[in-house]
């Protein structure tokens, strides 16, 4: 297998995969959204709310803030000595509180307090809710780890995707020099080189396969080349996305492992 890290932007990242079939690189697509874990606001306490949001519905929007998530630091809750319950060790714990006095107030992600510095929302500037005069909310909200399996808020990321990569074949014999192709790719990626039709970008390809049809002489074939995919991960700032990457492919090994290790014990 050959990765080759095309872009690294922020919290987004793109990489080449060369050498691996469909099924694998699907299943770290799924993984990837499903199975790599973050930390949520789970639970609310509403000390206080006279505001315009109901309690379940400022509590949902509380859930979908994005936080920081330190790797290794916190488990899942279910595998804790508490047991669920709910312990420094598991969880943590934010306190909020907030009153408009004469004028109107927002209240910001930035205004929770944390238990853990290093637990915290990605961005400040998450408006929550905006409180006019004599409006006040006093919450509690604890965060724990989860997957996406189980909601959506405690996906690490906004894009896990690929795309195979395109195999352009050009037959100088057919083609007429016409440009038709050049004219109709989307992307516009085709460029004359002397007596050839060359393509410029292979990776900008979106197989759409706009060429071959304007060609009447059938010079040009798109191809899906099924080993080698283009892979994007856009990441919520929780988690860095190649770390992202990394867990996920831990939790395939761990599988695999776990696997390896059931048919040996079924065969001895
Ligand atoms: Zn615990």
Known sequence: MDVEIIERDGNRIRFIVEGVSPAFINSLRRTIMAEVPTMAIDEVVIVENNSVLFDEILAHRLGLIPLTTPEGKYGFSEDCDCQGVGCPKCNVTFTLKKEAGEGIAVVYSGDFESSDPEVVPVSPDIVIIRLVPRQRIEIEVFAKMG??????????????????????????????????????????????????????????????????EACDFDAIKINENDTKFIFTVEGLGCIPPESIVRQAAQILIKKSQELEEQMKTMSA
């Open 147 to 212: 997957t996406g399996k189980d909601h959506a808020k405690w996906q690490p990321v906004t894009v896990s995707a690929y795309k195979y990569c395109m195999e352009f074949d050009f037959d100088s014999e057919k083609c007429t020099l016409c440009e038709d192709c050049i004219e109709a790719c989307p992307k516009q990626i085709l460029k004359r080189e002397g007596d050839e039709i060359v393509c410029i970008d292979p990776l900008a390809c979106t197989l759409c396969d706009a060429c071959a």
